[in-house]
């Protein structure tokens, strides 16, 4: 197989191991002379793997008690709308802080009103804003805490006084998080713990049971907590991939190990974009994410971008264009990404500018 450099924002790179475990799993699944993806949701057999999954979501992310893990479809952008359903009575706020955050306003104004406590849009949500307050008769407070398009990342568990929901799309297990501090938080998994199509919720159980709505069935929490994200059929191939990757993150030391990682990971590009002439750094320097990272060819070089997209791509990278919205580049730089991709991405940078200055 040819070697790449993936520095994909989603899907995402993810463990070898945990993709050659899943290959074993869609030929024979434990044993059972069937495919993962040919057996009875309702068997033994994977009852114990959905069992297996919410138990290393509340071990690696020391997920409290009375808090409910839950794997469901439609991606983090369903929950745009099954949040404020379930938990907007008359008023919610949000932080506007990209795309996402957007996305999940325009959702949640069809279920009552919405306070944008701050925004970062007049300048193309390169940072975090830092001071806002958040109004105590809102339902609940919105935040993003991983920009995946801006590369911009709250990264603390901020304290709020009305109940905090976050997505977490793009840093869910990049770092500990103090989970008693949200009521909800939600995400696709396959920023960084699994392929698309199975989307992972931790909801206080508590919070639940408030809004005076009717709740279509499939969008009320409680039908999946009462079913154990079984309802219906749920997505068995991805939470498999999912198992395997967190599994992974278990073996590699945790949550903590992860961080550690990443930090490096991160601390090496950014150190070479700020110390490199010919790029600099999009995010604010007090907002960057440690997940995605984006950067531009500085003043006098921006007729080079596409040279060295070329020039980074004949060294095996994958997946570093920036988003249309902003431009240049972004290496996401997700768990499974391993530290000699970025070494690999800072030496085509170094050469790059060796060549062309
Ligand atoms: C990718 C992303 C989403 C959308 O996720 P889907 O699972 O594709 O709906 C939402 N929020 C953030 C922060 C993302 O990065």
Redesign the pocket.
Same mark, same amino acid.
């Given at each position: 197989m040819k070697k790449v450099h993936n520095f994909n924002?989603?899907p995402c790179v993810l463990p070898k191991e945990a993709i050659n475990a899943s290959i074993e799993a869609l030929k024979d699944f434990v044993g059972t002379g069937m495919s993962v993806i040919e057996v009875s949701h309702r068997s033994k057999e994977w009852q114990a793997v959905m069992d297996e999954t919410v138990a290393l979501w509340k071990e690696l992310l020391n997920i409290p008690e009375g808090y409910q893990v839950l794997f469901l479809g439609? %991606?983090?952008?369903?929950?745009?709308y099954m949040v404020p359903m379930n938990f907007m009575e008359k008023k919610a706020a949000y932080l506007e802080t990209?795309v996402?955050?957007k996305?999940?306003i325009k959702e949640a104004k069809a279920f009552g009103e919405v306070v944008i406590v701050a925004s970062s849009a007049d300048t193309t949500f390169n940072y975090i804003p830092k001071k806002y307050t958040i109004p105590t008769d809102a339902d609940y407070f919105h935040i993003?805490?991983?920009?995946?398009?801006y590369g911009t990342e709250i990264r603390e568990d901020i304290d709020s006084p009305i109940p905090l929901i976050a997505?977490?799309?793009?840093d869910i297990m990049s770092r500990p998080i103090d989970v008693s501090k949200y009521t909800l938080i939600y %995400?696709?998994?396959?920023?960084n713990v699994g392929p698309?199509g199975v989307?992972f919720v931790i909801v206080k159980e508590s919070a639940l049971g408030k809004v005076s709505r009717y709740l279509p069935t499939m969008v009320n929490y409680k039908t999946h907590i009462d079913d154990g994200s079984m309802f219906n059929t749920p997505p068995v191939f991805s939470i498999l991939v999912m198992n395997e990757t967190l599994k992974w993150v278990k073996r590699n030391g945790g949550v903590k190990v992860m961080q550690q990682r990443n930090e490096e990971k991160a601390m090496m590009l950014y150190n070479e974009i700020d110390r490199n002439s010919m790029f600099v750094g999009t995010a604010e320097k007090d907002s960057r994410s440690i997940m995605n990272v984006g950067f531009v060819m500085a003043e006098p070089y921006k007729d080079k971008e596409e040279a060295f997209m070329a020039f980074a791509k004949e060294r095996g990278m994958v997946g570093i264009k920036g988003h249309r919205s902003v431009g240049g580049f972004r290496a996401s730089l997700y768990n499974a990404c391993p530290k000699e991709s970025v070494e690999a991405l800072v030496a085509a940078m170094q050469e790059f500018e060796k060549l062309n200055k």
């Open positions: 924002a989603g439609g %991606g983090a952008s369903t929950q745009f990209g996402w955050a996305k999940a993003t805490t991983n920009n995946t398009i997505d977490m799309s793009s %995400g696709g998994a396959q920023k698309a989307t």
